[in-house]
């Protein structure tokens, strides 16, 4: 395993050439970014003629106390989420502007709206061969000892789940526990892929790890949507109780457009918190990735929270049926990076997300609404498409990686893997995907690749985490490929950080940036890689400065811009006043 010298040097080339285009290229930002401390739909509030507006407010920890006084006195405090020093609270929108001027203050964004990530399409006759191809057919781990919080619409208890339900808590009526039930019922299919026993189907609809233990936090309503702050408050839950509800890792199959840098927006900064306590937490993409007017793919449109850098932000693959490889895309909607904001690539991982088959909720509204999308010749199952699917799937692969390790050593006491070093088994073992031209896909596509089940279980046995800091840290030799279905799936051996992609055999060591205190492409120095951010190359033909330019076009100007909703056009309008003519 070398550092690949000769990609590195038509990186370098490509700089050169598309240096010249983003020197000529107009501004993004001209007049430079808001100086307000609140996000674009708060800022966006007073032209609708509402008189009130929530919004969730970060404050200095210092001064938390004193903010909550000021608050309550200016509007009703809904919620306070101490874990990320913050407040959910209703306003006028008139009392906005002393929080603004207030030094205190970090940052005002709108309790926004957000919905899970489905895209229910036509129904075919078949569904995708989950556990094939992923190389699970024959694995001997499940999952089993590992806890995993679907933070959706619920779970309703079926067959597949066995008694493996072990705690439910509803955060649309304030985090009560209750019963497990699904309304909406996404969270039951999400919660069938990453874990479903496929009991019903005797075996065939099995989801990839049928032995974790399943804690459900609902945040999603009958109808689908949900409120952030209600996201925010069930992921401090989770922090929290980590111990207590044995939870591992955290499955976010929902979004919103963002508003606001991944820095300052609360949903993305709680994400963080649950990552920094040890957490792994698997986010969608989003599906927003297609133009529907022009049928063309977008660039920028990973929702909030995939945009967090500690997240694994998971898009959708599309398998064609097959329990073959070689034939997997890269789904139409799935949305490909960069960051709106940041510019971080993303998303970090493919996974299957296609017409997957999982467990129905009985009589919720999906089912009463859709229901072309019951599977008639498979009894008790249904079938959704989308970055929702593929981020269940990513989860159940993450529990494999947990378990796998943990069992894969007799050594006693060994320290668990980070969320940062399950994200680099995940991309390192990956494996490279093509579009139908067999031109690989670029990084703002697919992220480090598709997911390799039986790769990152085989890594993830062969790592011991008391290894020394800095030091080669595997107990046996790795072949870094995979035989999935009788084809060589060969690693990427990459791993895409944040704003550097780096080469080598990076995950065959334990390193600084595998430790929990570290965010996901946060002042790590990697040695010779390509960093972006002022002068990022990224494929044959991105550069990064002040704009983004993409072959001779900027990428936003035919393609996405993020406000009420995703409007596709050929002009962006920027804040409050710039014009982006991208013509």
């Known amino acids: ?76 405090v809904k919620a ?100 497990p039930y699904d309304d909406y019922g996404h969270g039951t299919h999400v919660a069938g892929l990453v874990g479903g026993s496929g009991k019903i189907s005797k075996g065939v609809n099995a989801g990839v790890a049928p032995g974790v233990r399943l804690i459900g936090l609902k945040v999603l309503a009958s109808d689908g949507s949900g409120r952030t702050s209600d996201v925010i408050s069930a992921l401090e839950f989770a922090t929290l109780n980590k111990a207590a509800l044995g939870i591992d890792i955290i499955n976010l199959s929902l979004g919103h457009p963002p508003y606001e840098s991944a820095l300052t927006d609360p949903l993305d900064q709680a994400v963080e918190a649950a990552v920094r306590a040890g957490i792994v937490v698997v986010v969608a993409a989003g599906n927003a990735g297609l133009n529907p007017t022009t049928g063309q793919p977008g660039y920028g449109g990973i929702l909030s929270p995939g945009n967090a850098l500690s997240a694994i932000t998971v898009g959708a693959g599309v398998t064609e049926y097959t329990a073959s490889r070689s034939d997997d895309r890269v789904a139409p909607y799935s949305s490909r990076g960069p960051t709106w904001y940041d510019g971080v690539a993303k998303p970090d991982i493919v996974a299957p997300g296609h017409h997957l088959l999982s467990v129905v909720a009985t009589n919720s509204s999906l089912v009463i609404q859709h229901p072309d999308l019951q599977v008639l010749h498979t009894p008790g199952y249904f079938m959704l498409s989308g970055t929702s699917m593929a981020t269940g799937v990513a989860s159940g692969v993450a529990a494999l990686i947990i378990e796998a390790n943990r069992t894969g050593s007799t050594l006693p006491d060994r320290p668990p893997l980070t ?28 992220g480090a690749g598709l997911l ?10 062969a790592i011991d985490t008391a290894s020394p800091l800095g030091q080669p840290w595997l107990t046996t030799g790795i ?33 600084p940036a595998w430790a929990t205190n570290i965010v996901w492409g946060d002042n790590i120095v990697w040695g010779s890689n390509i960093v972006w951010g002022d002068n990022i190359v990224w494929g044959s033909n991105i550069v990064w400065g002040s704009n983004i330019v993409w072959g001779d076009n900027i990428v936003w100007g035919d393609n996405i811009v993020w406000g009420d909703n995703i409007i596709w056009a050929s002009n962006i309008l920027w804040g409050d006043n710039t014009l982006w003519d991208g013509k």
């Not at 002393?98 to 709108?110: E, G, K, Q, R």
């Not at 940062?420 to 995907?433: G, L």
């Open 1 to 76: 395993m070398t550092l690949m010298t000769s990609h590195f040097s038509r990186r370098i080339v490509s700089w050169a050439l598309a240096l010249a285009i983003v020197l000529a290229a107009p501004s993004a930002f001209a007049g430079g970014p808001p100086k307000s401390k609140r996000d674009l739909q708060v800022r966006e509030a007073a032209t609708h003629g509402a008189s009130t507006v929530q919004v969730i407010v970060r404050v200095k920890p210092g001064a938390h106390g004193r903010i909550k006084n000021l608050l309550n006195k200016a509007g009703v």
């Open 452 to 461: 390799n089940g039986a790769g990152a279980i085989a890594l993830a046995k």
């Open 80 to 179: 306070d989420h101490t874990l990320i020093s913050a407040f959910t609270v209703e306003i006028p929108l008139e009392k906005l502007d002393d929080f603004d001027n207030d030094d205190d203050v970090l940052s005002m964004s709108i309790d926004a709206t957000l919905t899970g990530t489905l895209n229910p399409g036509v129904v075919p006759v078949q569904g995708t061969l989950l556990r094939s191809t992923l190389g699970l057919a024959s694995t001997d781990v499940t999952g089993a000892g590992v806890g995993v919080a679907i933070v959706d619409s619920g779970i309703l208890q079926q067959l597949d789940f066995d008694r493996r339900i072990t705690a439910f808590y509803d955060f649309t009526k304030g985090g009560v526990a209750c019963a």
């Open 479 to 511: 072949t870094p490929w995979t035989t999935i279905n009788n084809e060589i799936q060969v690693w990427v051996q990459n791993i895409v950080w944040g704003d550097n992609i780096v080469w080598g055999d990076t995950a065959l060591k334990n390193l």
């Open 419 to 446: 969320p940062n070093a399950v994200k680099a088994i995940m991309e390192f073992t990956a494996s490279q995907m093509k579009d139908a031209t067999g031109v690989p896909y670029d990084h703002l596509t697919q």
